[in-house]
């Protein structure tokens, strides 16, 4: 099914990765337009539930947390905090600059390096990336004078349920968000297995810090599968090359591949 509550148009270039956003190096970029239609697609599942309360979201393995933090911006009245989680202490701190832009001080200092580059290098896409920075910290103004979002950021090994109990536990998380693009086989935190077993293994670790109302939306390679018991399948939608699979946690087994 393609995408069904973010309308085709939408100019989204403000939120590129790379022009205010901090981009990661070697990591994908997941499209702005699909993180908003997985929340999107949450929220409208929340909503049938009479579950209308801003949300708190989750990525166990957050990467530089650019999606994060677009979504955040595009829909902020509905979030009240995000957290983020990675292995990897590189990404984390990229993640920790793009949402640092969800406050005033961290867009701030965002613009002063950006104008930095556009005086010692001169190139259209620095001006272009001020002209962004300029919109954005309006609208972060008005965000702002609305509410605040929480954020926090903890190391952590998403395939190790303690990792997630020792950070997580008793605290509410209302959306789980993780993008899984692996190939047949991967290598995480030095263990190479099948994709579907990192997958089972991904849904286990989570289980502990799930409520029975958590939306769990996992996107991944349209070859991949994504299998547990202890999983329920609310929604399943493909677009492009990624699959994404939306769960709730209860008896009734998920099952999906080629």
């Not at 009245?77 to 957290?83: E, F, G, N, R, W």
């Not at 810090?209 to 202890?230: E, G, M, N, W």
């Given at each position: 099914?393609?995408?069904?509550?973010?309308?085709?148009?939408?100019?989204?270039?403000?939120?590129?990765?790379?022009?205010?956003?901090?981009?990661?190096?070697?990591?994908?970029?997941?499209?702005?337009?699909?993180?908003?239609?997985?929340?999107?697609?949450?929220?409208?599942?929340?909503?049938?539930?009479?579950?209308?309360?801003?949300?708190?979201?989750?990525?166990?393995?957050?990467?530089?947390?650019?999606?994060?933090?677009?979504?955040?911006?595009?829909?902020?009245?509905?979030?009240?905090?995000?957290?983020?989680?990675?292995v990897d202490a590189d990404a984390l701190?990229?993640?920790?600059?793009?949402?640092?832009?969800?406050?005033?001080?961290?867009?701030?200092?965002?613009?002063?390096?950006?104008?930095?580059?556009?005086?010692?290098?001169?190139?259209?896409?620095?001006?272009?990336?001020?002209?962004?920075?300029?919109?954005l910290q309006q609208q972060l103004r008005?965000?702002?004078?609305?509410?605040?979002?929480?954020?926090?950021?903890?190391?952590?090994?998403?395939?190790?349920?303690?990792?997630?109990?020792?950070?997580?536990?008793?605290?509410?998380?209302?959306?789980?968000?993780?993008?899984?693009?692996?190939?047949?086989?991967?290598?995480?935190?030095?263990?190479?297995?099948?994709?579907?077993?990192?997958?089972?293994?991904?849904?286990?670790?989570?289980?502990?810090?799930?409520?029975?109302?958590?939306?769990?939306?996992?996107?991944?390679?349209?070859?991949?599968?994504?299998?547990?018991?202890?999983?329920?399948?609310?929604?399943?939608?493909?677009?492009?090359?990624?699959?994404?699979?939306?769960?709730?946690?209860?008896?009734?087994?998920?099952?999906?591949?080629?």
């Amino acid at each position: 099914m393609p995408y069904q509550f973010t309308p085709p148009g939408q100019d989204y270039s403000d939120y590129a990765s790379g022009r205010v956003f901090y981009g990661a190096p070697g990591q994908a970029t997941f499209p702005a337009r699909l993180i908003s239609e997985i929340f999107l697609r949450c929220q409208s599942i929340r909503q049938k539930q009479g579950l209308t309360e801003p949300v708190t979201i989750y990525d166990p393995c957050c990467g530089s947390a650019y999606h994060l933090a677009v979504c955040a911006w595009l829909h902020w009245p509905h979030i009240k905090a995000i957290s983020g989680s990675d292995v990897d202490a590189d990404a984390l701190s990229f993640a920790a600059r793009n949402l640092g832009l969800l406050t005033a001080v961290g867009l701030h200092n965002r613009i002063a390096e950006i104008e930095t580059l556009h005086a010692v290098y001169g190139k259209a896409s620095h001006a272009d990336a001020l002209q962004s920075a300029a919109r954005l910290q309006q609208q972060l103004r008005q965000n702002l004078a609305h509410h605040a979002i929480e954020t926090r950021l903890f190391a952590a090994n998403a395939l190790q349920p303690d990792d997630l109990r020792r950070e997580l536990v008793g605290q509410s998380v209302d959306i789980i968000v993780a993008d899984v693009p692996y190939g047949r086989r991967a290598n995480w935190q030095g263990v190479t297995t099948d994709t579907a077993d990192l997958l089972w293994q991904l849904l286990d670790s989570l289980l502990v810090v799930l409520s029975p109302h958590t939306l769990v939306a996992i996107a991944a390679d349209k070859a991949q599968t994504c299998r547990h018991d202890q999983y329920r399948q609310q929604a399943r939608f493909q677009i492009g090359k990624r699959r994404v699979f939306l769960l709730q946690p209860g008896y009734g087994k998920v099952q999906a591949g080629n």
